[in-house]
């Protein structure tokens, strides 16, 4: 069974940095698609960063350019790296594995960004 554990989410102000990362065990990594979704409170979960299993990658309007997705197949772990964070930016940010021809499985407990001064 698929565990991910996410991790590196905090406090920060607008304009700062973060690195979140999501460590992933119980299945093969490699073969998956692999996403960052985030749900902001009162709103439903959003996927903002995709990557595919050749290193692909897709993200929403709101974070291109901004959010950058990358894995480690070595460490079974998918990263976030997040820039120049905004307020709006502030959600509970999830990790999900896509399995080759299935869809998004088991999610983690996600970790909290927020976004204030």
């Known amino acids: 069974q698929v565990q991910l554990v996410e991790s590196g989410g905090g406090l920060v102000q607008p304009g700062g940095s973060l690195r979140l990362s999501c460590a992933v065990s119980g299945i093969r990594f490699d073969i998956n698609d692999m996403a960052w979704f985030r749900q902001a409170p009162g709103k439903q979960r959003d996927l903002i960063a995709y990557?595919?299993?050749?290193?692909?990658?897709n993200y929403v309007d709101s974070v291109k350019g901004r959010f950058t997705i990358s894995r480690d197949n070595n460490r079974d772990t998918v990263y976030l790296q997040m820039n120049n964070l905004k307020p709006e930016d502030t959600a509970v940010y999830y990790c999900n594995a896509r399995p080759p021809g299935a869809a998004f499985g088991s999610w983690g407990r996600g970790t909290q960004v927020t976004v204030s001064s």
């Open positions: 990557i595919t299993r050749r290193g692909i990658t």
